[in-house]
């Protein structure tokens, strides 16, 4: 697996490097933002270990950057900024996981394999239709009513994922283990965050709703 680590901590890099290459990894080390995006546009890696708070831009902008340049490269943050909102901030600007300083050294690399392997997953069914809304996994595009929806990564995946599950409930858990690989604490509302968020930009100006809430359960997507 070969990662880029944006860090500006010579200590957490070294540490972390020297455990990743124990561990048959090859990685690049970035102690800023502006060699963290030269290196980005320059190589092709498998994943990227993002810090926030660092020399130049910081870590958010880092990624928004990464996506802008449509990079689709797995991006896990790496941070001590453990807010809900600081969290989802990093979620909105493209990143695919959120890892909280200090860590676990096995927990980072679980994760970093998850991303990996989610990311080489190959795709079955390249366009996703229910009514009149169109997803397709190619282009990244979802339109409905011929009309264009511009969503964030994260309600990509979370409406790709009940699109596969159409008709079929989906607990809260199931979708956080799915979508980011792990489950967030009961007392976070980040699904409902991103559920809310992607209902307001596929339903709200249309008759017919799609995404449905079910009581004490979860959420599905149905034409019913």
């Given at each position: 697996m070969k990662i880029l680590m944006v860090e500006d901590d010579p200590k957490i890099s070294s540490f972390v490097k020297l455990g990743l290459e124990n561990n048959d990894c090859i990685v690049d080390v970035a102690y800023d933002s502006?060699?963290?995006?030269?290196?980005?546009?320059?190589?092709?890696?498998?994943?990227?270990?993002?810090?926030?708070?660092?020399?130049?831009?910081?870590?958010?902008?880092?990624?928004?950057?990464?996506?802008?340049?449509?990079?689709?490269?797995?991006?896990?943050?790496?941070?001590?900024?453990?807010?809900?909102?600081?969290?989802?901030?990093?979620?909105?600007?493209?990143?695919?996981?959120?890892?909280?300083?200090?860590?676990?050294?096995?927990?980072?690399?679980?994760?970093?394999?998850?991303?990996?392997?989610?990311?080489?997953?190959?795709?079955?069914?390249?366009?996703?239709?229910?009514?009149?809304?169109?997803?397709?996994?190619?282009?990244?595009?979802?339109?409905?009513?011929?009309?264009?929806?511009?969503?964030?990564?994260?309600?990509?995946k979370i409406l790709e994922l009940l699109l596969n599950n159409r008709g079929r409930v989906l607990e809260r858990i199931e979708i956080a283990e799915k979508i980011w690989g792990y489950s967030f604490n009961t007392g976070t509302n980040v699904i409902d965050v991103h559920i809310n968020s992607l209902r307001n930009k596929i339903d709200k100006n249309f008759t017919l709703k799609l995404i449905q809430t079910i009581k004490g359960m979860g959420y599905m997507i149905s034409e019913q």
């Amino acid at each position: 697996m070969k990662i880029l680590m944006v860090e500006d901590d010579p200590k957490i890099s070294s540490f972390v490097k020297l455990g990743l290459e124990n561990n048959d990894c090859i990685v690049d080390v970035a102690y800023d933002s502006l060699m963290g995006e030269k290196l980005v546009l320059k190589k092709k890696y498998d994943v990227i270990l993002l810090d926030v708070i660092m020399p130049g831009i910081n870590g958010f902008e880092l990624c928004k950057k990464i996506r802008d340049n449509n990079i689709k490269t797995p991006i896990l943050m790496l941070t001590s900024l453990a807010s809900t909102e600081d969290k989802l901030m990093g979620f909105n600007s493209g990143a695919d996981d959120y890892l909280l300083k200090p860590f676990e050294f096995q927990e980072l690399l679980a994760r970093l394999k998850a991303l990996k392997r989610r990311s080489s997953d190959v795709i079955i069914n390249p366009v996703l239709k229910i009514a009149d809304l169109v997803l397709d996994t190619n282009s990244k595009k979802v339109s409905r009513n011929n009309q264009d929806i511009k969503l964030t990564s994260h309600e990509f995946k979370i409406l790709e994922l009940l699109l596969n599950n159409r008709g079929r409930v989906l607990e809260r858990i199931e979708i956080a283990e799915k979508i980011w690989g792990y489950s967030f604490n009961t007392g976070t509302n980040v699904i409902d965050v991103h559920i809310n968020s992607l209902r307001n930009k596929i339903d709200k100006n249309f008759t017919l709703k799609l995404i449905q809430t079910i009581k004490g359960m979860g959420y599905m997507i149905s034409e019913q």
